[in-house]
């Protein structure tokens, strides 16, 4: 019988809580980054590219290639790997540089 990492160690993880992507709900688990959330729901691509509109998400994973950049609570340029998901946050798809919308 196959054991997860979790049962393994006895692990309890706190409950599962809810964040929005584009305004789609998508459930988050207790450490997770919201690169790993937004994969763990099937959603592969969160940002554009600048000059020819190219879908990106998460490469490295480890906060070196800048493919993941999300805009997170309203904020652009966050690098997804890296950011924990917390209950409530909403995530909206980043096009070219992130600024379009804050008028720079
Ligand atoms: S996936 Fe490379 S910096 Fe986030």
Redesign the pocket.
């Known amino acids: 019988m196959a054991r997860t990492p979790g049962e393994l160690v006895g692990a309890r993880p706190d409950p599962a809580f809810e964040i929005t992507v584009d305004g789609r709900t998508v459930t988050a688990l207790p450490g997770q980054s919201i ?1 790993a959330a937004l994969w763990g729901a099937g959603i592969l691509a969160w940002r554009t590219t600048r000059g020819d509109g190219r879908p990106r998400g ?11 950049l999300a805009t997170v609570n309203g904020e652009p340029n966050r ?4 950011l924990p998901a917390r209950p409530g946050d909403a995530i909206t798809t980043q096009e070219g540089h992130g600024h379009a919308g804050l008028g720079v």
């Open positions: 690169a998460a490469f490295c994973g480890i906060g070196q290639c800048y493919d993941c690098r997804a790997c890296l």
